[in-house]
C-alpha cells in the first residue's frame, strides 16, 4: 500500500509539473500591447523571449524577472519580423515554452531603442536532432511545451531534457491509479 501511495504522489507531482503552460497570443505587432498568460508553476516567475522554436536557445531579452501574477501585458518592444517564443520559469525551475510567432511591423517604432536591430534567425535546424516547430511537438499557434530546468551543464537544443513531460506523467497516473485497486 505505502509503494502504491509513493507512485500515486509521483503521479501527482509529475502531473502538476506537466501542467505549466503558456499560452502563445494569436499576433505580435511591434509597440503594440499583448497579453500573455499562462497556468500552473508557483511564483515568482520569469518571463523571457528566445529565438522563435529553440528551447535550448540564449534569452534574448527578460521581459520581467519577478512575476507574482499569471498573466502580463507586454508592449512589444523588438522589431517586426522578429520570430520569437516566450520562455517562463516557475520558482522551482520548471520551465514552460509559446509556440513560435513572428512580430508583425506595427504603425509606428517609437517604443524601440535607438538601433534597435531584428536579432540573428537561425538558417536552418541542427542536423543533429532539432527540437521541433515548439517545445510541445505541436505546431499550433496557441500550442505551448513544458519541462523542468535542466542541470548546471548545458543541454544542446532538441534534447530529451527538453522534450515535454504530459506523456509521461499520464502513464504514471495511470499505472498508479491502477495500483489502487
Do not use: R
Not at 520559469?89 to 531584428?118: F, H, M, R, W
Amino acid at each position: 500500500m505505502l509503494k502504491a501511495l509513493a507512485v500515486v504522489v509521483l503521479a501527482v507531482s509529475a502531473a502538476a509539473q506537466a501542467a505549466f503552460s503558456i499560452t502563445t497570443p494569436p499576433a505580435l505587432v511591434t509597440c503594440q500591447p499583448s497579453k500573455l498568460s499562462w497556468t500552473g508553476g508557483a511564483p515568482p516567475y520569469i518571463l523571457s523571449i528566445i529565438p522563435g522554436g529553440q528551447p535550448g536557445a540564449a534569452v534574448i531579452k527578460d521581459i520581467d524577472t519577478n512575476l507574482n501574477v499569471m498573466q502580463y501585458t507586454w508592449n512589444t518592444d523588438v522589431v517586426g519580423g522578429t520570430h520569437l517564443t516566450f520562455k517562463i520559469v516557475d520558482k522551482d525551475g520548471n520551465i514552460a515554452y509559446s509556440a513560435p510567432i513572428t512580430v508583425q511591423a506595427g504603425s509606428s517604432d517609437e517604443c524601440l531603442k535607438p538601433g534597435a536591430t531584428k536579432p540573428p534567425q537561425p538558417s536552418a535546424p541542427a542536423a543533429t536532432g532539432a527540437a521541433p516547430a515548439d517545445a510541445s511537438g505541436s505546431s499550433g499557434a496557441a500550442g505551448s511545451g513544458s519541462t523542468k530546468a535542466p542541470a548546471a551543464s548545458a543541454t544542446p537544443s532538441g534534447s530529451a531534457a527538453f522534450a515535454p513531460v504530459a506523456p509521461v506523467a499520464a502513464a504514471v497516473a495511470v499505472a498508479g491509479a491502477a495500483l489502487l485497486f
